[in-house]
């Protein structure tokens, strides 16, 4: 079980949070313009790379605060953790 | 002793009685089943599962392979294994052939949970782990030492070494009880850890009870399960033995060499009267010098290497033990147990078969290296101890001792010391400038190991009883002709064979599994890798697992204000998530069937009253909450007035229904939205996540207000007459009080606020109460005696007559409004909601999308089981059948005199009229497609 630094909270159990799969992919300025790819695109294509990952996360039976964490999907480890809003932080 | 023939002089301890296999026997207190049986000259203990061979003993811990037991009394437990059942007054045990019996009654022990944190989690109370856990807890640390025996001590037990002057396993003991004694430190004795996963998170199972039998206290749990963050952990996991693939070498009376010194020093037991050794290492030598002492007659040392160590050679020749080196044991003979061993020299030369009744094997020594591995260790092998040892890991874990290879007594003490220091510093603590560990006696040096995995058969042989795994009765031939099939990793090799995939996960055999299949390629063994070392790392109980939370505390139960009257009233209940929901009240006599009809009855003709308290309830309050709710639901919300009502339906960006319910307008800056039951949590999930990150613009805060309200749904062409006898000061004609508004009033003297929506398409109206009142409410609605009560079987029904769906059951997560019918709840003005741009994808516009349309079966009195597929043609063709669709709601009708379905049809819509079949048994049941709505489509009932 991952032990998981929320920015609010601190680190607490990952049982506490549920996983919101990857970070920054915006809801489009306007969907309507869109070819139907590019909306396919936002609705059905995810990264999966092996390695760090910027991905959402939820402190549901916490704080309820969604923020991001840069997480090796490989190893587990957590390079960074951040805000909603804030850009994805240079890790190693 | 003379009822233990097999007991060493001058054991002592109270007498133990014990029943196996039918037999009435006598141990000691201290022993395990295994070494109590060993005493009585038990050999075969249990039989192998595919072959029913006889087996015996062959370990004295954990990784013991054959000797698998059910314990009958003092409470039926299957799958132990007799080397580590400690043996107590009264226990009754049977061998098993491979398969245990679940217990036949209901386990009366309780099972517990703690959570646990500190600087320093010890693995193992071995030399290395206490050494690592004294420096560590002496300096201040929080430390858990935690090992899985009854004892401290681990290889200390079995041996006759000393450390400063006395009995190892003495210093063990009291070094334990002093680190004990500290404020900081935890002692966690038979307990097992079975997990190691990320960030030092550790699960460990301890075994409060289990050892009493009969005399365990019933208040105190019998197991524990102990879930451990660590900032650092030590694993000081020791070794196993291995042994070799020759013939005939799962015989009862071969043992591991090393677990016959255990049961000679620690359990005072003798294995047998006379052995002969087989080894590749000088360890067994130890072994057989203490079994010499102890009065077993070592009739030869067979030693595949040529040279031994010199030491072990001279205390060999002191006590006249034959040591024949360069030589291998070919094969264990005798019917039933070994009654002698052959013999060889390696290469040619004449064999020679030596009468004994034990056959001690070691094949070296294996690392412990299942936690390690576990917690994302790499590994490597290290040819000098030809086995698999600790390499890089990421988290602030590490081995000392033998689990990282570490072959003395005085050195696994000095580098558990390391660890514990290195632990200090890690957890942020001063680290002491000198530590001390106990001096140990001088080791022989050391000649180095000959890695003999398989001993060659002759010619004629096929390898069928050289087995590699004991527990699975996998031989080298059922290896070779794995590998003859063309697998070559160890991972297929596993999984063709299910060698290593028993109750001991191949502790004993693994390796040599792996070597055999790495001589059988031609490869190193090192090369070919292990299989993944997975959790648990020995078997662990359900009940363990479970702990407390089984029967009513499983899953939390949510019942409403009224619940109470629903019992009384002989409600039978039906579960929607947690809550309890009143499903439907018979009357003495009635089965359900015929109380729904009386209920659906009294709704459309008369007056009654559902507990709708368990509909979800958000409060969505702020200066932007209709533009937020215009974005979340498919239709205009923004517009909606105060005191007024609209039905919504929420979908997902990619369009398909999420949810649905009503939105009422409490203020310009404040809504109440209702959602389905099941997926109140989901909806609020789904509307924070928006509101935080994507619109964090928008001012707008979500409250669940769920449990503070109970509400009455009152139903029927009679509830406005009940309700303005219940509301004097409301005024309650079509007029004032219009479908699809609220109003605020006093109903029975509590004040509530009452929506006049309908899910049945009749009359009703729902009266919301603070939930403190809500049994008051439901009890004043029901004083009359004139409102029928009804469940959520009638909701169902009466609902599905008039066609509305209910998310989740006429709806899969791949449905979209449109598809339901409800073109109209999409709108068109939006700039832009949430799913809208999914209704112009090619997918969402197919024509043959499935849709939701009626069904009538032709014959009126047939009910379609839900999820009946649906098929076009009166005879099934040959598979695969194509499906049309399938039934998602089926009931019979009071109102329509029939039975009818709900389904989802591809091209539904231009079906309608048309005949399809539902295939049900062997039967297809010729149906009708209609109109879903088949109640009132002119929606002419609802304002009475
Ligand atoms: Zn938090």
Redesign the pocket.
Known sequence: MLLIP?????P?DEA?FHYGGQAHIAYPDNPAALSDEEWARYLFFRDNPKGPFAERWS?TA????W?NVVRDTATNEIHAVYRVGEPRPVTA | MSGQPYRREGATGKTLRFRFDGRDYEGLEGDTLASALLANGVRAVASSIKLGRPRGVYAAGCEEPNALVQIEEPFPEPMLTATTVELYDGLVATGLPGQGRLADRPDPARYDAVHAHCDVLVVGAGPAGIAAAGVAARAGARVILADERPAPGGSLLGTTETLDGRPGHEWAAAEVAALEALPEVRVLRRTSVIGHYDDNYVIAVERRTNHLGAAAPAHVARERVWRIRAKRVVLATGGHERFVAFAGNDLPGVMLAGAARTYVNHYRVLPGRRAVVFTTNDSAYAAALDLADAGVEIAAIADVRQAPGETWAARCAERGIELLTGHVVTAALGEGEVSSVRVAPRGDGQAREIPADLLLVSGGWTPVVHLFSQAGGTLRYDEGLGAFVPGEIRQAVEAAGFARGVTTLRGCLEDGAQAGRRALAAAGFAVPSETSVPAAEEEPAAAPAEHLWLVEAPGDDDYGAHFVDLQRDVTVADVLRAVGAGLSSVEHVKRYTTAGTAHDQGKTSGLLTSAVVAHALGVDVGELGTTTFRAPYTPVSFAALAGRDRGHLHDPIRVTAMHEWHVAHGARFENVGQWKRPWYYPRPGEDMEAAVLRECRAAREDVAAMDASTLGKIDVVGPDAAVFLDRLYTNMMSTLKVGSIRYGVMCRADGMVFDDGTVIRLADDRFLVTTTTGNAAAVLDWMEEWLQTEWPDLRVSCTSVTEQWATVALVGPRSREVLARLAPGLAVDNDSFPFMTWREAEVAGIPARICRISFSGELAYEINVSSWYGLALWEAVMASGEVTPYGTETMHVLRAEKGYPIVGQDTDGTVTPQDLGMEWIVSKKKADFIGKRSFARADTSRPDRKQLVGLLPEDPGVLLPEGAHLVETSSLPEPPVPTLGFVTSSYRSAALGRTFALALVSRGRERIGERLYAPVGAELVPVTVTSHVLYDPEGARRDG
């Open positions: 929320c920015p609010w909270c601190g607490r506490e402190h916490g704080c309820r605060r923020f």
